[in-house]
């Protein structure tokens, strides 16, 4: 279903920019959807004999159903869909919405389709063609949620490099969620994007058995549009969220100074440079306790952020370049006092091609701050945790993963399994007679394997290879050459000369 929607949907996107796109194809979507569930409740009170409450907005919000004025319904948007103003007319509709339910205030795509100039006859095709989702049809099916997850991955994969960022693949979002166990408390997500990380993180409560309503969610997001994608997203599944008032820059307008959160889930830019000014927030308490990170690179200020944010028993899974696991200056003594705080927990590093909107291999980080043994109760029994506060798990996943669309990789629910079984059977032992150290695959450090590496926390440097010196990987080589590099070019030529050469011989070639 949601492929054959995809190709009829994308049939019509004519000359307009897929970026753009997708708001036009994702609001309607939305329309659609809020416009079924009002006429269902509608009806409802139709049954009842509840006539003269029909038009009550009261009787709808009681539901968790938004009110929706006659301009406002999909009935009457499908109606006019061969006017000439059937742009102003689908505009006007979503204004509404978002007018008369205070919950939806910043969601919905403003004056999008008046401002593109789309062809008449492509949005009255598209509008045709969207009409044929059937949002109510099955209970038990999330099918409005699984169609707009389905065209927010399809749209990401058509915007590619460079653009995209709003959409981590879902594969990656599921095994963060399967690791770090979101079941109560409250979820945050710095860098929210489409709100994927708050999506699957209710899909894990429900297949587990859990209350959805023992959560509580807050996140931020930069960008606009994408506020509003997420917002969409939210309100598609009923999932209450605090994104805050406004889309806003995290470093410059935390909008939650003082939230403690107990799960955080985030994929923030990667290398994200000049995030600051050199001299603002050099005294933000976020940073309390360690050094100001560089203004060169956002990696270990988003990880501060977190830091500062978790509860006492609070877990953060979230992704970054692999640049940071190692490197100098300001960002190796962060990652020092991380390690000698016992904050990270584990560090699994990711197959190449499994974004969108890079090729490069990448890192997930548990950082967790729990020092007591911990009791979850999953589904029909309970788990039993502990923080082993002298050990860091490292996993190796880069020979894991199946094909996505030809050129891209991403995990099976087996791969997923065998990660995250891996992971809470290392933090469940209390003897070394269950877990075990496998070659290729995963390895339990202590403290002062970390501290003879100097705190490097490339995973390469911990797990057994087997013929490693036949198998050169490249990528822990190359992380490991750049932070060399970086401290390098402050000495003398000859130094640079010489890295030069190292570089060569491994088949980079560098210039300055």
């Not at 915007?159 to 095994?175: A, H």
């Not at 860098?191 to 993180?201: D, E, L």
């Not at 000049?274 to 050099?282: A, P, T, V, Y």
């Not at 960002?331 to 000698?340: S, T």
Request: hydrophobic residues 35%; contains cysteine; proline residues 4%.
């Amino acid at each position: 279903m949601e492929e054959s929607l995809w190709d009829s949907a994308n049939s019509l996107r004519g000359t307009v920019e897929s970026s753009e796109y997708k708001h036009v194809v994702l609001g309607l979507i939305f329309l659609k959807f809020a416009s079924d569930k009002f006429e269902k409740r509608k009806q409802e009170l139709l049954d009842e004999g509840k006539e003269k409450f029909v038009d009550m907005t009261e009787f709808y919000t009681m539901k968790n159903v938004f009110y929706l004025p006659a301009k406002a319904r999909w009935s009457y948007v499908k109606d006019r869909t061969k006017q000439d103003d059937i742009a102003i007319i689908v505009d006007t509709a979503l204004f509404t919405i978002e007018k008369n339910n205070p919950a939806l205030k910043g969601a919905l795509p403003d004056n999008y389709f008046s401002r593109l100039n789309m062809d008449v006859s492509k949005l009255s095709s598209l509008i045709d063609t969207i009409d044929n989702i059937d949002t109510q049809k099955d209970n038990s099916e999330d099918i409005v949620g699984r169609v707009y997850e389905y065209f927010l991955s399809k749209f990401a994969l058509k915007e590619g490099k460079g653009k995209g960022e709003f959409y981590t693949p879902k594969s990656i979002v599921n095994l963060i969620t399967e690791m770090i166990e979101p079941y109560q408390g409250i979820i945050y997500d710095p860098a929210a994007g489409s709100g994927g990380m708050f999506v699957q993180s209710i899909k894990f409560i429900e297949s587990h058995h859990g209350d959805k309503k023992e959560v509580s969610i807050y996140g931020q997001e930069y960008t606009a549009t994408t506020y509003k994608l997420a917002k969409m997203n939210l309100a598609i599944r009923g999932i209450s969220a605090n994104l805050g008032d406004v889309p806003a820059d995290t470093f410059a307008r935390d909008q939650h100074p003082d939230l403690k959160a107990d799960f955080i889930m985030a994929n923030p830019p990667f290398n994200q440079s000049k995030w600051r000014g050199q001299d603002e927030l050099i005294d933000d308490p976020r940073w309390a306790g360690y050094e100001v990170p560089p203004v060169s690179n956002a990696n270990y200020a988003w990880i501060l952020n977190m830091v500062s944010k978790l509860s006492h028993n609070g877990v953060a899974g979230f992704i970054l370049a692999n640049g940071a696991l190692s490197g100098g200056g300001e960002e190796y003594k962060i990652r020092k006092k991380l390690v000698e705080n016992r904050l990270v927990e584990a560090i699994v590093i990711l197959p190449q091609n499994m974004f969108y909107t890079t090729n490069i291999s990448v890192t997930i980080w548990i950082l967790n701050n729990n020092k007591n043994p911990r009791t979850v109760n999953k589904g029909d029994r309970q788990r039993h945790y502990r923080h082993r506060e002298d050990e860091i798990l490292f996993l190796d996943l880069r020979e894991k993963g199946i094909p996505l669309e030809k050129k891209y990789t991403q995990f099976s629910e087996d791969d997923i399994k065998e990660v995250a079984d891996t992971y809470h059977t290392w933090q469940e032992t209390r003897f070394e007679t269950e877990y075990k150290d496998v070659p290729e695959f995963c390895y339990s450090a202590d403290i002062e394997e970390v501290r003879k590496k100097d705190y490097s926390l490339v995973p390469s440097k911990y797990i057994e290879f087997i013929n490693r010196d036949e198998n050169i990987d490249f990528d822990d080589k190359m992380t490991e050459l750049k932070s060399e590099f970086s401290d390098l070019l402050k000495q003398e030529e000859k130094s640079k000369a010489a890295l030069l050469n190292v570089f060569k011989e491994l088949g980079y070639e560098i210039k300055l």
